[in-house]
């Protein structure tokens, strides 16, 4: 849908994804094919004729006048699946519109295409996009510096990112191919592909095939984590974490890890279990550190409750009562009876409302009289917008949110929770979930502490030993070329030098012996010294702080990028382009004219 927003006359695309189990036409009774839900969309959508009369015609009858779209764009994964995909759609309009694909003026039938590797040069920058793992496999034998390239694997549809989503529909003449019909053979082809009968002209087909080793994984799902991650769980952390063994007693995983604020709360928890019942809302991390920071100050933080919230909810949140929230979407006044939904309550699914939408079209069991008379989605894969057309003008006694369905409600009195101890506990607020969290997490920023303390004494010994041993050296206490190993122990523990760094100081290389070698050890020993009375001047708390305020600083810089990212992006429910001649409730059959429009316009309809 993100492509979408670069394309102009957006009203003339319909987008219709493929869910369910698509049947093999070949051999199928129309009124067999005509159960699939699948098909009967499609049919109703695109205006395709089902005439018994035409089946299976090489010529067909006339059905350009019924269409409501100049042409299908298959957009499906780039794997085998998307490919088996592609040729049952083909298959199927093959068998019941022969019309469409038996002629070289009509050009119906399109698909888009997107890479299935990128390779990206680490110095350059330089992408090489390969549609095929054969092409990639190609690429990389002759490539004599594969280990400077990285390469991404797209699965499917879902690994590209918005942007590469923009970058494809700016440039769609180079993404897409059309199908065309050029005789008898290719018809012959789709029947021995998908006529069951045709069994042995199948496998002759197929072992004519050579190799067949030109297959992607899989899976190639490609993840990252965020940048600001490292500063939610720092450093300093990982050696107070507590592991877990596996059976041979090699360390493996945290038992849990040690987040700068209660993660929780961000990311909100739901969950049944027996017996129990688990919801916690998300809650905005600022709100949590500022919170955190009162009982630094020893303040109340029930005196400054949170309310849920979620990051680029457009709605409003308010609290009704005890630990309950009513949730509403957002909904303006346009032109005449035109409304623009442009926000959705938190829980509530695209596809969801849009059957709403259509049951208020038609009816409901409380009141049989439509009360819209035809509604359009406008949106992409970041916004989420509806235009409606009210039969009747609402009056101004009527709740919008209540009539149209935009109100949730969520509840905080089913917190239950693992403590710390893997013993379920029930909070009764965000409230106390963060302040069990302050005083768990305050003991281990003091164990931290001690930690840090230990790790710079352990640093101060070393460098003090280094240096030890570089002015024996340069005094020439001994000469270590030539003196037995045992006699080098023994004068180094005679200065108090550890045992067990000789080997590691036998190991230095020359320059370290120089007067230039000596200054870097003792400029690290000063170093070391003021880092441990920066620590000594400071408690957990001023640690705490410490973490809090980078976090806060890096998560600002990413929320600001976010918002700068998404304000770059058109807005598509911005204006409201109703179709007044569409059927009530069905935004998909009301998009393009009913005519077939020559290759040049793209009055078109995606399946993906």
């Not at 109340?300 to 909810?313: C, L």
């Not at 409304?339 to 939408?357: D, N, Q, V």
Request: hydrophobic fraction near 35%.
């Amino acid at each position: 849908m993100m492509g979408l927003t670069v394309v102009n006359n957006r009203e003339h695309y319909g987008v219709f994804p493929l869910r369910g189990k698509l049947p093999n036409a070949t051999r199928a009774s129309m009124k067999k094919v005509l159960k699939n839900n699948v098909i009967n969309n499609l049919t109703r959508i695109l205006g395709l004729v089902c005439d018994e009369n035409f089946l299976g015609k090489k010529n067909g009858v006339d059905i350009s006048k019924s269409l409501r779209y100049g042409r299908i764009l298959l957009m499906m994964d780039q794997d085998h699946d998307g490919s088996h995909i592609k040729g049952l759609v083909i298959n199927l309009i093959h068998r019941m519109w022969p019309t469409l694909v038996r002629t070289t003026d009509c050009q119906f039938i399109y698909q888009f295409t997107t890479p299935i590797v990128k390779a990206t040069h680490s110095k350059s920058d330089m992408v090489k996009s390969f549609y095929t793992i054969q092409a990639f496999e190609d690429w990389r034998k002759d490539e004599n510096d594969v280990s400077s390239w990285t390469t991404k694997y797209y699965k499917g549809l879902g690994n590209s990112t918005d942007q590469e989503a923009i970058d494809y529909f700016k440039e769609m003449d180079k993404s897409i191919n059309i199908f065309t019909w050029k005789d008898e053979l290719d018809s012959k082809a789709i029947e021995v592909a998908f006529d069951k009968t045709k069994v042995k002209d199948r496998k002759d087909w197929i072992l004519s095939f050579q190799a067949g080793k030109d297959h992607a994984s899989h899976r190639y799902l490609n993840t990252e984590l965020s940048p600001v991650t490292r500063y939610l769980f720092c450093n300093d952390d990982d050696k107070i974490l507590n592991y877990n063994m596996d059976e041979n007693g090699k360390t493996i995983e945290p038992k849990w890890f040690l987040p700068v604020i209660p993660m929780v709360l961000v990311n909100g928890s739901q969950g049944i279990g027996i017996g129990w019942n688990s919801f916690v809302p998300k809650y905005n991390p600022k709100d949590i550190i500022n919170n955190i920071k009162r009982k630094f100050n020893g303040e109340s933080i029930e005196e400054n409750k949170m309310t849920p919230w979620y990051k680029g909810f457009k709605g409003t949140i308010v609290q009704k009562d005890k630990g309950i929230y009513h949730i509403d979407g957002l909904v303006t006044h346009g032109k005449g009876y035109t409304y623009h939904i442009k926000e959705l309550p938190i829980g509530t699914s695209i596809e969801g409302y849009k059957k709403y939408l259509k049951s208020i079209s038609k009816g409901t069991a409380k009141n049989n009289t439509p009360l819209i008379k035809t509604f359009e989605q406008i949106g992409d894969s970041r916004t989420v917008g509806f235009h409606i057309e009210f039969i009747q003008a609402p009056s101004k006694d009527d709740d919008l949110i209540e009539i149209l369905n935009l109100r949730t409600t969520i509840s905080t009195n089913d917190m239950h929770l693992y403590n710390e101890e893997n013993h379920i506990e029930k909070f009764n607020s965000a409230e106390k979930i963060l302040e069990h969290f302050y005083y768990e997490r305050l003991e281990k920023y003091k164990k931290r502490w001690d930690v840090m303390l230990e790790n710079i004494e352990s640093d101060l010994i070393d460098m003090e030993n280094t240096k030890k041993f570089l002015m024996l050296a340069r005094s020439r206490k001994f000469d270590f070329l030539t003196e037995d190993s045992k006699d080098l122990r023994k004068i180094c523990m005679d200065h108090n030098i550890a045992a067990d760094s000789i080997q590691s100081l036998l190991s230095l290389p020359l320059s370290a012996f120089s007067n230039e070698g000596l200054k870097k050890v003792e400029d690290k020993i000063q170093e070391k010294e003021e880092e441990k009375n920066a620590l000594f001047n400071k408690t957990e708390i001023q640690l705490w702080k410490d973490d809090l305020d980078t976090f806060e600083e890096e998560w600002q810089k990413e929320e600001a990028s976010w918002k700068s990212d998404t304000m770059s992006q058109a807005c598509p429910i911005c204006e409201p382009p109703i179709n007044s001649n569409a059927d009530m409730g069905q935004e998909l059959l009301g998009r393009g004219k009913r005519t077939i429009k020559k290759p040049g316009h793209f009055n078109a309809f995606y399946l993906e």
